[in-house]
Every structure is written in structure tokens, then in C-alpha cells.
């Protein structure tokens, strides 16, 4: 896996742009990979079915901090029904990494949190 160390990938591991909190967020949710005990934090600010804002935190792996920073990067200005469509095809060509079957479920931790979360926003507003 020499493409994962990557010197664009480093720096975004070392300080992803969606690394953070949102105060007072529309919804945010906690997410466990069972596989490595990778824990995320997901919070965003939802304004008129847009999504402006998207943040993570926790303790998570290089393969987690990435797949998180590069799917908020896409969701970001886009609308819920947007944000929803996006699968583990679409993120997985966007990280472009040559994944073990492990290492997707790395790759796809902050996904799962964003179907989780963007369900359960579209249950407290119905």
C-alpha cells in the first residue's frame, strides 16, 4: 500500500479541514467501526434541506481521518437528497486508495454515520 502514505493524503491526515465541532449542530450522531474500534464523532448544520456545514472528530485510523475529510468535502452545499445518494462506489473512487476488505470498512466509517444521521434528521422533521 505504498499510494496510502501518498503526500497529499498525509497532509490531510495531519490536518483534515473538517476536523472539528459544530456548536449547536442540526444533528450529530456517534459511530464505532466493530473491526478496529475506530470511534467518530459526526455533526452537521442543516439549513433548508442543505447541508452547510459538516464536522468530525474522534479517535480514528489514517484510512478513517481520510474517507471522513474527503466525504464531507463532497457533501458540503449539497442537499439531503444529494448527500444520500452518495455510496461506498462513489467515496471509495474519490479516496482512490487500494483498500484491503478491512480497510473499506475504515474508508466508510464516516458514511455509515452520515446515512445514520441523515435518517434520523429526516425523522425528528416528518
Known amino acids: 500500500m505504498d499510494d496510502l502514505y501518498r503526500s497529499e493524503l498525509m ?18 450522531l456517534e459511530k464505532q467501526n466493530a473491526f478496529c474500534g475506530d470511534r467518530l ?3 452537521l ?20 481521518i481520510i474517507g471522513a475529510d474527503f466525504l464531507l468535502e463532497e457533501i458540503i452545499g449539497k442537499t439531503l437528497a444529494e448527500a444520500k445518494k452518495i455510496d461506498q462506489a462513489h467515496l471509495l473512487k474519490l479516496i482512490d486508495l487500494n483498500l484491503s476488505t478491512s480497510r473499506v470498512a475504515c474508508a466508510t ?7 445514520e444521521a441523515l435518517s434520523a434528521y429526516e ?4
Open 109 to 115: 466509517l464516516a458514511l455509515k454515520a452520515l446515512q
Open 11 to 28: 497532509e490531510i491526515y495531519q490536518d483534515p479541514a473538517h476536523r472539528g465541532q459544530i456548536i449547536n449542530p442540526s444533528i450529530a
Open 45 to 64: 448544520q442543516i439549513k433548508n434541506n442543505i447541508i452547510e456545514d459538516a464536522k468530525f472528530d474522534g479517535e480514528m485510523c489514517f484510512v478513517s
Open 123 to 126: 425523522k425528528t422533521k416528518n
Open 41 to 43: 464523532h459526526l455533526s
